[in-house]
């Protein structure tokens, strides 16, 4: 009875051993196995916005949008009208510089008229005045005969200096002077009277007013030159 609970206790064990070997010589199988994490957040309930707070920033941007556009429209008007103000104010400047050096150019032109008539006037004065120069020359100097240019230059400047009074009849007076080595005038008066003072005074003070005259010629052989002018004013 031992004998056969022994033996089947070694055939149990080598049965075991058989099917743990048997086992063990069989092909193993890979199993792969993927390992998922899981963050687990608490999430927070999304926010509530009213329509009106949404809407309102809105709206505000827009306005802003549009007074920025606004004001920038603005600068560009008031940028043009400055520009435009000072082109019209350049425009006055020149108007009124055009307008000066007309109104100066009129001004000169018509002095110069006004001197042209007292000019003419003046003329036509002096058509009806006559004065005459003889130098007096004492004979027995041969043939030398005396500068007319020097003669001229009495003539010219008497004719200058003389303002007869206003004329009413045909006057007529002759002034005797001479004239001495260094151009001085002495031995001045009235040779033949118009009989009208104030005439004959014109004459003298025409005479007077010859100084300085230039030296005689060198080669003149007299210490002064006699002279007669005679002034004649015509009716």
Not at 98 to 125: D, P, T, V, Y
């Amino acid at each position: 009875m031992k004998r056969m609970i022994l033996f089947s206790a070694i055939a149990h064990l080598a049965l075991v051993w058989v099917m743990v070997r048997g086992l063990s010589l069989l092909p193993r199988k890979r199993i792969d196995t993927t390992v998922y994490m899981v963050k687990v957040v608490e999430s927070m309930p999304p926010p509530i916005v009213e329509k009106a707070e949404v809407s309102q920033p809105v709206q505000r941007d827009s306005s802003k949008a549009k007074e920025t556009q606004t004001g920038k429209a603005r600068e560009v008007s008031l940028e043009a009208a400055r520009k435009k103000l000072a082109k019209r104010e350049e425009l006055e400047a020149l108007r009124e510089k055009i307008a000066r050096k007309r109104e100066a150019e009129s001004r000169e032109l018509a002095e110069e008229r006004s001197r042209l008539q007292a000019w003419k006037q003046e003329m036509g004065k002096r058509k009806a005045l006559q004065i005459t120069a003889q130098p007096e020359v004492s004979p027995g100097r041969g043939t030398w005969r005396f500068p007319s240019w020097y003669v001229d230059l009495i003539h010219n400047k008497a004719f200058a200096n003389w303002t007869p009074p206003p004329r009413a009849t045909t006057k007529e007076a002759c002034v005797f002077f001479e004239i001495y080595q260094d151009g001085r005038i002495g031995n001045l008066g009235v040779e033949r009277t118009s009989k009208d003072s104030s005439f004959d005074e014109s004459t003298l003070l025409a005479v007077r007013k010859l100084e300085p005259l230039p030296p005689l010629p060198g080669e003149f052989p007299e210490n002064s030159l006699k002279v007669h002018l005679t002034f004649r004013q015509a009716d």
